[in-house]
Every structure is written in structure tokens, then in C-alpha cells.
């Protein structure tokens, strides 16, 4: 059965550990990845794109796919879908189809809209027992055809958007989606420490986590973040495998052919990924 993300942060809040979000494309990632949860008993939230969701025939398949596999499976441990950076649109469009945890990535808005649209899916969300992520402050780059200016949260409107009840909060610390640029300046802790202070024990979330060093990641847990996003390292580690079986021939040997083996090397290179930071993270056996 699929959770809320509340109860799994505040776990590891108290904790001091965060669990992993890992976005999912495909029946093979959402297999390795629920697997993977449930070999290192650890809690795991399943991130959806809108183009992701778009791509896998909409939100209605993708939640069906995910709450048949959950069964099937046998998998116990705690997994919530989530609604990946928003629209207000698709918010409702995933409340509809099954999720149990939305974001509302309002961050491109002025503040006073962001506030008014977050109150309102706050109240939505949490009528039906969902959990909700804000955002303030834009992630750098672009994911799925969300692009950021990468602008660091204003402490203060970081403590406005908590205050209206929402479960877990993205800010922008200099955080970046997809591969960080060499001339990368890191993560600015100072601003998180900042945000911490005002928003108290809400659970803060990392977004971009693919190629921050491991230092910066334990530190950034220190300081309050309970979630943190893996999905460009999946998808790195995912083409990776898949390369070296083509370049091998080995689709060209008996039946290599057959999806389900060219799509294997793949698959296991997720899970070894998704391993790797559980284990990071501090969320293994935390289920």
C-alpha cells in the first residue's frame, strides 16, 4: 500500500538520516527500485515527472503500475509516489489518479501567489490524507523541461511557506539538476542553516542530489534535509549499462535480443545506484 512521505520524514528528521527519492521512467525502474527498498529495509518515495508521467501514458497508469507492483512484490517497506516538481494543474491531476504526495513547485511564482496556490493545495492534499511538498527559491538547471535560475531561498519566505502547513520543503542552496558544472561553487550552508532556524523541524529537501560530493550530502542532513532527489545519476548509470551490452555484441548473441535482456544490465545498475545511496543517505534499515 502506498504512504504518505509525513510520517517516513519526521522519522528522519529525528533520525538524522534522509530518504531517498528516485524518479521513475519505466516498469524496470520502478521494479529496481521498489527491490532495492525492500532488500536494504529502507523507506523509499517513487518521484514522477510530469513528462515522465506524460511519457508512461499519464498519472492514472502510473499509479496503477506502482500499487500493483507494491502488491505483487511483496514490498513492506514504506513507499509514497510523488508528484516531482508540479505544475498546480498536475497537482490536482495526480490527487485524482492515486498518488500519495504531491509537490507544488510554485517557486516561479511572486510569493504572495506561491502562497495563496500552496495554501490551497495544502488543504486539498491533506483533506485526503496526501502529504504536499512546497518549493521556494528555484533549483538550477533544467529536469524534464523544468528550468531553474538556481536563486538561493530567502530564509523568510522559506518560514511563510512552512507555516501554512505543508510537509516537507524544497529551497534552493545552490543545488542543480542534472550534471554539475565544474566551476560549481557547492552548496551554500550558511543560507540552509539560515532556513533551518526559521522553519524548526520541518523536513527540507534536496533536489539535484546527483554529483554532490558525499561530504556535502552528510552535511546537508546535519542541517535539516530529510530528502534528498536522485534521478540523473539513475539515468547515467542506467545508458552506461546498457552501452557496454550493446558495444559487447551481446544483443547480437542467441536471444540478447529480447528486451528483457537488453533492458537487464540496466536494471541492475539502477539497483546498485539506489543501493549506494541508501546506504549514503542513512536509510537502510530504517524502514
Known amino acids: 500500500m502506498l504512504v504518505s512521505a509525513t510520517e517516513m520524514l519526521q522519522k528522519a528528521v529525528e533520525g538524522h538520516y534522509a530518504v531517498g527519492q528516485f524518479n521513475i521512467n519505466n516498469l524496470e525502474w520502478t521494479k529496481a527500485i521498489l527491490l532495492t527498498a525492500q532488500e536494504n529495509n529502507s523507506p523509499v518515495i517513487l518521484g514522477v515527472s510530469e513528462g515522465a508521467g506524460k511519457y508512461m501514458t499519464g498519472f492514472k497508469t502510473v499509479a496503477a503500475m506502482v500499487s500493483a507492483m507494491v502488491e505483487t ?6 513507499v509514497a509516489l510523488h508528484l516531482d516538481h508540479g505544475s498546480y494543474e498536475g497537482c490536482y491531476d495526480c490527487i485524482k489518479a492515486g498518488f500519495s504526495s504531491i509537490m507544488f513547485d510554485g517557486s516561479h511564482f511572486p510569493i504572495d501567489e506561491n502562497i495563496a496556490k500552496t495554501t490551497e ?5 491533506h483533506h485526503l490524507g496526501l502529504s504536499i511538498e512546497a518549493e521556494v527559491g528555484s533549483i538550477g538547471g533544467e529536469e524534464d523541461g523544468v528550468i531553474g535560475a538556481g536563486e538561493i531561498a530567502d530564509p523568510n519566505e522559506c518560514k511563510m ?6 510537509d516537507f520543503l524544497a529551497a534552493g542552496i545552490g543545488n542543480i539538476h542534472g550534471k554539475y558544472p565544474e566551476n ?3 552548496l551554500d550552508f550558511d543560507a540552509l542553516a539560515r ?3 526559521l522553519t524548526g523541524d520541518l523536513p527540507l529537501v534536496l533536489h539535484g542530489g546527483t554529483g554532490i560530493p558525499s561530504d556535502m550530502i552528510k552535511k546537508a542532513i546535519s542541517l535539516g534535509v530529510a ?4 534521478n540523473t545519476e539513475c539515468q547515467l548509470y542506467f545508458q552506461e549499462a546498457t552501452r557496454k551490452y550493446i558495444e559487447a555484441g551481446k544483443d547480437l548473441e542467441g536471444k540478447g535480443f529480447d528486451p528483457r535482456k537488453l533492458l ?4 541492475e545498475a539502477i539497483k546498485t ?4 545511496k541508501m546506504e549514503l543517505f542513512g536509510s537502510v534499515n530504517k524502514a
Open 73 to 78: 512484490l511483496n514490498i513492506t517497506v514504506p
Open 121 to 125: 493545495l495544502v488543504n486539498a492534499a
Open 161 to 166: 511557506i512552512a507555516d501554512l502547513g505543508v
Open 184 to 186: 560549481w561553487k557547492g
Open 195 to 197: 532556513i533551518k532556524e
Open 227 to 230: 530528502k534528498i532527489n536522485v
Open 264 to 267: 537487464a544490465p540496466g536494471f
Open 273 to 276: 545506484i539506489v543501493k549506494e
